[in-house]
């Protein structure tokens, strides 16, 4: 027990002993938080005796889990050979040894779902939906009730069905209670017919998996209790981005033993936009009037001048619980505060500070610069500048390697051969590589099937009796496609996926389809060999398991997890991706009133609290060097705007900060360091009398409509409008037409 608790703090010790009851760990930036969950389960094991397989730990990426199981499995088994081995830490590698449950919320939901999915009504070889293919099944739905999809946008309709069901309500539901307006009728008009075209394909979509297990919990209490008797111990991580579903999820879960620990940052909740609720966090202590809390206020990660900059953001937000994180690191540059010209200035001083960094380096490593944005727009102006000055960059966020055609086309090959009743997928296949069978042939064979209540993939079986519809040449061809399918599925049997990957492509036609003599042809080969070479890492498991556990993973996978770490190049994301890294040198551009923070948070206090901890979620994936940038004038979709300089700016205490303009020169940073950019200034209304502005103060102005108050200095005022047409704009206070409401 002496090797566990060794290497801990006091605060960490204490997380990793107290293992009886509920536990609020409320774990800052960079305090060692995954250390803390990973010895708290070796402890588990290894002093209480507590089975490893009696522990579930949840996260939420794969990424995360990655880590915490290679953590764990290093503590609990030190001197295997495996780890000499340079094997994987994956199912399939770690399948002889008893671990806990450890993965995301939507891969433990899999592996529940796998055994007790009948009891719903699926098969236990169900598909998983990915946003594309939800996004195609949705139009399908809409085209079949008669929606026109330019009035009515799928992306937006299957956005509020998500919503719908991380808050765990069903189509009936929301019928009945949330269908209050012509949109949202149309939402649950869509939703209703939308799930049952799921279950008609064997396929679950994304949010389904979590909604699915607590509905089988609810259903069936036997199914709840065997679970709660396997988990005895459970331990979720970033428990402040958790939406209503994953925290029922848990709850229920968790009801019996009540051997729960949350570790979280209420000061790093900045997914509220796809259903995470904040207040989850807050609230432990009510849901367990008797937890036990523990602050981990260390930080091992970034300088002091970075962590008491980003404690002067953050301290800002009223909704929070009260910490102060410190370090034991000395020195530490200050932060520096540049003003660009324009957007290409901006990008350009990022290139030079670069250039600098790694001048006079043979082999420069490019790997520990990140440039952060708020919109993914900013990026395209530094690709283009860094392309000029030569250096290597990747887009955490861009075109995906599942998302390429020639993946998005095998994985729907290799889910209709392991779930035939997949009809999104089998219609994507169907004509690729072509086989004459166009959209007038589909539509009749769906026509038939919606007549006869029948799958795509069951009318192949009565195909001749649609010969006086759609005619002999193309019966003969269906037949053909059904029993390549066919085939393949028997093949499958005895193949790894990697080999029914390499089947597929020859029986099918699609490697001579991609190999068509063009270069383009022959990236796209590559890119399948490159799909090969992933599932081949999938061959220890047995045949048919191999390929279910790579569609599985397929479907989990996120831009995080793709990320790989050995690529010589600068990273580039939006802030939202950034949260769980760390970089010794941060870039964060575009900071300006109406970019960052957003301009749809200027009129709402809850939202500009989350933009405030997204900045502060920014500043702390700074190990040593933070660089915080903003332009005078900045294109962006295709309007020039002359925003002012964010508020995030004027929290920065002095002492912490260098500032430099736009021309290379030392200034004094308009109202950033001086309260006098605070101070209200008089105005003058229609009527001659005078009144004071403050920051923050609604307006209207009788051209651009309603504002608040941004910033104050001299005799002009910026107001960010509510009208997106107008953005943010500074103005003349005694000539302005506005007056206060």
Not at 406 to 434: C, G, H, W
Not at 658 to 679: L, M, N, Q, T
Request: proline residues 3%.
């Amino acid at each position: 027990m002496d090797d566990i608790l060794a290497k801990l703090n006091d605060r960490q010790k204490e997380a990793v002993t107290a293992t009886e009851g509920p536990l609020l760990v409320m774990a800052g930036a960079g305090s060692g938080k995954t250390r803390a969950l990973t010895h708290r389960i070796v402890y588990l094991v290894k002093n209480n005796g507590v089975k490893p397989w009696n522990i579930l730990a949840v996260t939420f990426t794969n990424k995360a889990a990655g880590e915490m199981l290679k953590r764990v499995f290093r503590l609990l088994h030190p001197e295997d050979a495996f780890l000499n081995e340079g094997k994987d830490f994956n199912q399939a590698n770690l399948r002889n040894y008893d671990l806990p449950a450890i993965g995301t919320f939507h891969s433990i939901c899999v592996r529940i779902l796998r055994k007790e999915a009948q009891l719903l009504g699926y098969e236990t070889g169900f598909t998983i939906y990915d946003d594309t293919d939800s996004e195609v099944l949705t139009k399908q739905v809409m085209k079949d009730l008669g929606m026109d999809s330019t009035k009515t946008n799928p992306r937006a309709v299957l956005s509020h069905i998500s919503g719908a069901k991380n808050q765990l309500i069903s189509p009936e539901d929301y019928e009945n209670k949330y269908a209050n307006n012509y949109f949202s009728e149309k939402v649950a008009q869509v939703y209703k017919i939308y799930q049952k075209r799921l279950k008609q394909n064997q396929a679950m979509d994304f949010d389904d998996l979590i909604m699915q297990v607590v509905t089988l919990f609810k259903e069936f209490p036997e199914v709840l209790a065997k679970y709660q008797e396997k988990f005895k111990y459970i331990l979720v991580d970033e428990y402040q981005d958790t939406n209503h579903a994953q925290y029922l999820l848990v709850k229920m879960l968790s009801e019996k033993y009540r051997n729960i620990c949350v570790v979280g940052d209420s000061d790093q909740s900045i997914y509220s936009w796809r259903g995470a609720n904040m207040q989850n966090i807050l609230d432990f202590e009510k849901d367990y009037p008797d937890a036990k809390v523990v602050l981990l206020e260390q930080n091992y990660r970034s300088t002091p001048v970075i962590l008491d900059a980003a404690h002067n953001v953050i301290v800002k937000n009223k909704t929070r619980k009260e910490k102060k994180m410190w370090t034991d690191k000395q020195g530490g540059g200050k932060i520096r505060v540049w003003t660009a010209r324009d957007e290409r200035d901006e990008a350009e001083m990022i290139a030079r500070e670069i250039e600098n960094h790694i001048r006079g380096h043979e082999s420069p490593d490019y790997r520990g610069f990140t440039v952060l944005y708020r919109m993914n727009a900013q990026s395209r102006v530094i690709e283009e500048v860094f392309m000029r000055y030569g250096i290597p960059y990747r887009i955490i966020g861009g075109i995906k390697f599942y998302q390429r055609k020639e993946i998005k086309d095998l994985v729907a090959y290799l889910r209709v051969i392991f779930n035939p009743q997949d009809t999104v997928s089998m219609l994507r296949i169907i004509n690729i590589p072509a086989r004459n069978i166009g959209a007038k042939t589909i539509e009749t064979i769906q026509e038939y099937s919606a007549r006869h209540q029948m799958g795509f993939w069951d009318v192949l079986e009565y195909i001749d009796e649609l010969g006086g519809e759609i005619g002999d040449t193309k019966i003969a061809v269906l037949k053909r496609f059904k029993k390549l399918i066919a085939d393949a599925r028997t093949g499958a049997a005895g193949l790894t996926v990697s080999g029914v990957i390499k089947n597929i492509i020859m029986e099918s036609g699609y490697k001579d389809f991609l190999l068509d003599g063009s270069e383009e042809g022959q990236i796209r080969y590559e890119n399948v060999l490159e799909l090969i070479s992933v599932a081949s890492k999938y061959d220890a498991l047995e045949p048919g398991i191999s390929l279910a556990t790579f569609l599985e993973e397929v479907a989990l996978i996120s831009d995080l997890d793709s990320m790989d770490e050995r690529n010589n190049a600068v990273t580039m994301m939006t802030l939202h991706g950034a949260k769980g890294l760390e970089f010794p040198c941060v870039f964060i551009c575009g900071l300006e009133e109406g970019i960052f923070p957003h301009s749809r948070s200027l009129f709402d206090p809850q939202e500009m609290e989350e933009e405030r901890r997204l900045m502060y979620v920014g500043m702390t994936r700074a190990i040593d060097d933070l660089f915080l940038l903003n332009s005078e004038h900045r294109l962006l979709y295709g309007d020039v705007k002359a925003n002012s300089p964010s508020r995030f700016l004027l929290d920065l205490p002095g002492e912490l900060v260098d500032v430099i303009g736009s021309r290379g020169r030392k200034h004094a940073f308009e109202g950033a360091f001086d309260p006098f950019g605070e101070k209200p200034i008089p105005t003058e209304v229609e009527d001659g009398v005078a009144i004071e502005l403050g920051v923050g103060d609604r307006v209207m102005h009788k051209i651009f409509g309603e504002g608040i108050v941004v910033e104050l200095v001299g005799g002009v005022v910026t107001v960010a409008f509510g009208d997106p047409k107008y953005g943010v704009k500074k103005l003349a206070v005694h000539v302005a037409p506005m007056e206060r409401i």
